[in-house]
Structures are given as C-alpha cells and as structure tokens.
C-alpha cells in the first residue's frame, strides 16, 4: 500500500504554515503535518526545545494519531467531521487538526493554558478551513490570544 505526498505546491504551503506556527508562541514545541499512515510529510522542532520521544518513540506516535484521525473518520456521517483533537499528557499538550488527506501534529508546552489552546484551535480552525479573517469578528476574536498574526498566515 502507498500513499501519495501532496503536490510539492502544498507541501512548500504546509512547510511555511509549519514555520509561521512555530511562530505564534514559545510555547509551540513542534509542527508536523504527518500523512494517513504517519509519516511526517514536513515537520520542525523549536530551535530551543529537547526532544520528548526518542525517535522510535515518535515514529509510533505519529503512527497512532494518524490510525486515531482514520478511525474517526469512521464517524463522520454520525457525529460530523473532526475539526480538531486535543491531548493532555503530563509533560505535553497535543492538538492535531485533520485535512482530507494528511493532518497537522503541534505539541505544547505543558505550562500553556487551556485557554490559550482554545483560542489556537478556534483561530487555526477558522483560518484553515474557512478562510474568514478578513471579517472583523474573526480578527478582533483572535488578535489578544495566542495567534496575533494567523490572519496574515492563511488569507
């Protein structure tokens, strides 16, 4: 079985939405968009951050949200699509945001809080799959939490 990479257009495009991400916040560790199987189509760490998993140990985490993100899809015609997941470990926060054929994987610093993860999810949500910052509700909803600049990301 194989899986197909996006076209290099859309993987140069997740490539500088990973950046752009990894900018919002200090407190973003990491952005990865990982395909259907878990494989990290693009992926970087935060200059300053230590790994948590070794990499076998990331190899099946990536593996498990992305068998997790399938199944899911499972249950769409029930409850609806995945808009996004949030994890909470110990040392770690984790929220993956679902697109057709691959997903992004960002982990936080354990010390964000949950507000502040409401506030990424509302504002990445929007951005990704709607395209509305340009409406003023949006931009003001979104300017005093911890994504100033998604708009100029994604329009």
């Known amino acids: 079985m194989t899986s197909r990479l996006p076209p290099p257009t859309e993987i140069e495009n997740c ?7 990894l900018s919002f916040s200090p407190n973003v560790r990491y952005v990865g ?7 990290t189509i ?11 998993f070794k990499p076998e140990e990331a190899r099946n985490e990536n593996f498990i949200e992305a068998t997790r993100n399938q199944l899911r899809k499972n249950f769409e015609g029930s409850i609806g699509k995945t808009v996004y997941t949030f994890t909470e470990n110990e040392k ?10 691959y997903f992004y994987y960002i982990t936080l610093d354990k010390d964000t809080i949950r507000e ?8 990445f949500e929007f951005s990704t799959h709607f395209f509305i910052f340009r409406n003023r509700w949006m931009t003001r909803v979104c300017k005093d939490n ?5 708009h100029a990301i994604f329009v």
């Open 116 to 123: 502040t993860n409401r506030s990424f999810c509302k504002c």
């Open 146 to 150: 911890f994504v100033p600049l998604v």
């Open 92 to 101: 770690v926060k984790i929220l993956s945001f679902p697109k057709e054929t």
């Open 15 to 21: 490539r500088e939405i990973t950046r752009k991400i």
């Open 33 to 39: 968009v990982m395909n259907k199987f878990g494989r």
């Open 42 to 52: 693009v992926g970087q760490l935060r200059k300053d951050v230590i790994p948590l």
